[in-house]
Structure formats: C-alpha cells, structure tokens
Nanobody, 119 residues
C-alpha cells in the first residue's frame, strides 16, 4: 500500500519552531518530488514548499520564505518541513504530497497533521 504519513504537528507559541515529518511506505521516496501544502479553516489549500526527488531544488511560498525549510532524507524515506518564527497565520492542517516533479499534479496525498500557533 502506497502511503504518506505526516507527524510532528501540534500546538506551538508564536515565534516558536516545529518540525513536520512525512514518512513514505510502500514505495521509495526518491521516486517523487515532495510538496508540503496547508489548509486553514475556511480557506483553500495552498502550496507551502516543494523539494525535487534528489533534493537539489526547492521552492517556497512567499509567505514562508526565510522561515520554513524543506528537506528530505531518501535513505530514511522521509521528508521534513522545519518551521521557524511561526505566527498565527501559519495555523492549518499541513499535508505532504508526492508529485512526479514540483509544479505538476499531485500523485497522492498524506492524511495531514494539525499545526496550531497560539499563545
């Protein structure tokens, strides 16, 4: 069964940090680019960041540039989203997704993990 499982979400204070993980099972992670997306209540899902299958290319939404860092460890079949200097506008369900290449349609999604930024 092809599966992506996110973890690491939770409650964090404004200005704090959090690291999300996206673990792949049933397939080699290095066959895909990995994207992180988020959906806040009442809003559409938006792209946050993407990393190529080899890890040598990354993209970020303007809203997170300089605060979030995407990475991957293909040997561990896991991708990460390091979040820093978070603010309440970062509150959302965060999803990772597998894509053939960044910018192309999603092949399949993870189930999501909730991130809440609040004091």
């Amino acid at each position: 069964q092809l599966q992506l499982v996110e973890s690491g979400g939770g409650l964090v204070q404004p200005g704090g940090s959090l690291r999300l993980s996206c673990a792949a099972s049933g397939f080699p992670l290095d066959a895909f680019a990995i994207g992180w997306f988020r959906q806040a209540p009442g809003k559409e899902r938006e792209g946050v960041s993407c990393i190529s299958s080899s890890g040598d290319s990354t993209t970020y939404a303007d809203s997170v540039k300089g605060r979030f860092t995407i990475s991957r460890d293909n040997a561990k079949n896991t991708a990460f989203l390091q979040m820093a200097k978070v603010n309440p506008e970062d509150t959302a369900v965060y999803y990772c997704a597998a894509l053939a290449r960044c910018g192309q349609p999603i092949t399949f999604w993870g189930q999501g993990t909730q991130v809440t930024v609040s004091s």
